[in-house]
């Protein structure tokens, strides 16, 4: 029983260190160069494209492409974007399933997103911003 016990506490820490927030050089390894498609509840929430320089290109489903950038804010990853300029910062976590990541509002109830695809492709981006 003392064996399984402890065990069991030698695998604890390296299965909280899965749940433990990405730094910013863990986040920028894990989404650089790709597209990373996000669900909330189930439901399709967005598509966000990494490029080099921690820049970014973000759509909401069915509406137009913003390009921002990223940057690591003492473990959480904060977004700024063209056009709108509002601070956006997350907790993300790397799980079995992918990302997953809960927007940080102040109340403790913020968004919650997970991937649910991840593709080498660039992200589409009809109208205004045509060949983005």
Known sequence: MRLVLAACLVAMPAALQAQAPMTGDEFDAYTQ????????????????????????????????CRRGKWFDNGGQICFTYEKDGAL?????RE???????????????????????Q?????????PDVGV
């Open 33 to 64: 160069g790709r597209t990373l498609t996000f669900s909330s509840g189930g439901v399709p929430y967005g598509i966000e494209q990494y490029l080099p320089n921690r820049e970014v290109i973000w759509a909401f489903v069915g509406q137009e």
């Open 88 to 92: 956006q910062c997350w907790i993300f």
């Open 95 to 117: 799980t079995e399933e992918g990302l997953s990541a809960q927007f940080q509002d102040g109340t403790g109830a913020g968004t919650e997103l997970v991937e649910v695809e």
């Open 119 to 127: 593709s080498s492709e660039p992200l589409s981006c009809p109208g």
